[in-house]
């Protein structure tokens, strides 16, 4: 199965600050038809994983555009411009390129 | 709107089975595969499987045969995953999901195993 290992664990974070959360995968994501299926997702305390960014960079409908996605392959990194209270809680990366799905073991933003 | 109603928690004895459920609605059906995942403290999000809401065929996780069996009412547009042979590592919070874009969640399901 793919490992998708996210650093850090832990972020602390003032209101306003930019963070970013890094993810890498044991195999490359690219699939072959062309596209790399990498997604995030925020879990928020006591609610189910909201999708944030889909492949890589793409952001889903709704969510705010200070959420960004970048990398390639193995390597891929999402950034917050300006965290809001709002954004506190679980972050997780997950692959479908390979099956099994595979989800990231998470990174806790919290206020600092 | 779209929305993934799932049943209510569970308490269950060792060696025992449960099946919980994911009704969905404001979509049709049969146009998305319902995916399951299981969420634990320890191990964090694990995929299960899916099930194709129109012919019935299923995928699973090789880590969950023979644990989870999923299973489609059409007529009711409810999806249901058993868990059979319950341990303590079952304990879990358990989310179905549409299809492979998991933009639609349900709630979750948290089943505990304790005798």
């Known amino acids: 199965d793919v490992v998708l290992t996210q650093t850090p664990s832990t972020l602390s974070a003032t209101i306003g600050q930019s963070v970013s959360i890094s993810c890498r995968s044991s195999q490359g994501l690219l699939d072959s038809d062309g596209d790399t299926y990498l997604n995030w997702f925020l879990q928020r305390p006591g609610q189910s994983p909201q999708l944030l960014i889909y492949s890589v960079s793409n952001l889903e409908s709704g969510v705010p555009n200070r959420f960004s996605g970048s990398g390639s392959e193995t390597d891929f990194t999402l950034k917050i411009s300006g965290v809001e209270a709002e954004d506190l809680g679980l972050y997780y990366c997950m692959q479908t390129t390979h099956a099994p799905l595979t989800f990231g073991g998470g990174t806790k933003l919290e206020l600092k | 709107q779209v929305q993934l109603q799932q049943s209510g928690a569970e308490l269950a004895k060792p060696g025992s089975s449960v099946k919980i459920s994911c009704k969905a609605s404001?979509?049709?059906?049969?146009?998305?595969?319902i995916s399951w995942i299981k969420q634990t403290t320890g191990q964090g999000l694990e995929y299960i499987g899916y099930?194709?809401?129109?012919?019935?065929?299923?995928y699973y996780n090789e880590k969950f045969k023979g644990k989870a069996t999923l299973t489609v009412d059409k007529s009711s547009s409810t999806a249901f995953m058993q868990l059979s042979s319950l341990t303590p590592e079952d304990t879990a919070v358990y989310y179905c999901?549409?299809?492979?874009?998991?933009?639609?969640w349900g709630q979750g399901v948290m089943v505990t195993v304790s005798s």
């Open positions: 404001g979509y049709t059906f049969t146009s998305y595969d």
């Open positions: 099930i194709n809401t129109g012919s019935g065929g299923t």
């Open positions: 999901a549409r299809g492979y874009g998991y933009t639609y």
